[in-house]
């Protein structure tokens, strides 16, 4: 069958479909212009995306030129000096090294290498949130309350008035001192440890300050070598704090070899602490009294000018005013002010070994002694050989009081008990309790004092005093 054999049937249908109106005659426009724009658009945009790929890969290239010369402008119009060294520039992770900030003779930062890490948020800003560096060294000053540093300042944010804050910036530090110097005296830090700064950081930092007379008083050899980490913005330090000297010259309050394990936790803007700790030290003086090679356990809470809480403290030696005793403890309250030179003292006191001066027994034998040749002579004698006999030794226990200001202070005693080995035993109870002041020396005795064994007759005396400028009265009832 030919060709024309084929298409003959196919005529026929179509013709047929024509009579029936089942086909419709369809019209057949030509298309190639339309392909030849597709094809130079095509072109057209295959080249722009060219010439963006060259371009972005020429700015790539130069991007350390380009970001080197964007810094130095920036460094510039804010007036800060500064030199550096751009190891990388990348979209996410930026070195530097040989940093120098402020003057190079004597510059607030220096860095021997740093690498920032940023994100690039969507609506273009940029947040750092990882700082690895080593080998910096950072001066800084406390003025009026705040810290500088310096240059760096001018590159800071401008202070919003809000109460500071740890930035939640994640930091790897190694090999970093700090230079601060305060009103008080210069203080040095040293830093290592990685984590982030708003919680999760852990590292070690040693501090030392030669010599800081914060207030009236003076802190001398202060150093620190303590973990340090930060939780839910609290950093908290662990370690020993040791110090040579402290001295509150206008209070007489004198502080030697300390050396206090602690266990502290700051404010986020380090202005308040509170912790725990246990404090040894050779002696300690406040006026007329003090102790030594002393061991207490204490708590705190306060700024670190002033500071209260409870103490626990135990002395192989004491001294009270004019009294010398042996092993002491006392469990109370303190509270001391470095800046005003105060200090309060409260608590419950034992002590062993106990020894008043003579000045204050023979004013009890005195007037017993001048009984002699009068028929009481005998038993004024057995008293005045008593008196002594238990004022060799007395063990002590009581209620003590110790407030110190500068240049004067007191110490009050009451609701204590004392026994010597003689058999000795006095009781005082109620009113205000016996107190001595300094640097006057005046006594007032206002309570109830009883008497008895050892050779003492059983005696109760009240008695009353208002002041110690004031008169002393009372009664007695010595048994015969």
Known sequence: MGEGDDQAPAEAIGEELREHGLAEPVAVHDRSGWHRAWRITRKGLLVVLVLAVVALAVLWTQRRGIADRTIAAELAKRGVQGSYTLDRVGLRTQEISNLVIGDPANPDLTAKKAIVQIHVNLDGSVKVFRIAATGVRLNARLVGGKVSFGQIDKLLPAPSGKPFRLPDLTVDIDDTTVRLDTPFGRMGFALMGHGNLSGGFKGRLAASGPQLRPGRCTLEGLRANVALSVAARKPHIVGPVTAKRFDCASSDIHLADARMEVDSRFAEGFDKLEGEGRLTFARLDAGANG??????????????????????????????????????????????????????????????????????????????????????????????????????????????????????????????????????????????????????????????????????????????????????????????
């Open 291 to 480: 102790v030594a090679n002393a061991t207490s356990l204490l708590t705190f809470s306060g700024t670190p000018t002033e500071l209260q809480g409870h103490i626990d403290l135990a002395a192989q030696a004491a001294r009270l005013a004019e009294i010398s005793a042996e092993r002491t403890r006392l469990d109370g309250h303190y509270m001391i002010d470095a800046r005003r030179g105060l200090l309060d003292l409260g608590g419950d006191i034992s002590a062993v070994g106990v020894r008043p001066p003579a000045s204050r027994t023979r004013g009890l034998t005195g007037p017993l002694a001048s009984l002699k040749g009068t028929p009481l002579d005998g038993v004024a004698r057995g008293l005045v050989t008593a008196i002594n006999r238990a004022a060799e030794r007395i063990d002590v226990t009581g209620r003590i009081a110790v407030v110190n200001r500068p240049g004067m202070g007191g110490l009050r005693f009451s609701n204590g008990r004392t026994v010597s080995p003689s058999g000795a035993t006095v009781q005082i109870a109620g009113g205000d309790g016996i107190t001595y002041y300094w640097p006057s020396g005046a006594l007032r005795v206002d309570t109830n004092i009883e008497a008895q064994g050892g050779g003492l007759p059983h005696a109760r005396v009240a008695l009353s005093q208002p002041s110690s400028s004031a008169p002393m009265t009372g009664t007695g009832d010595i048994a015969a």
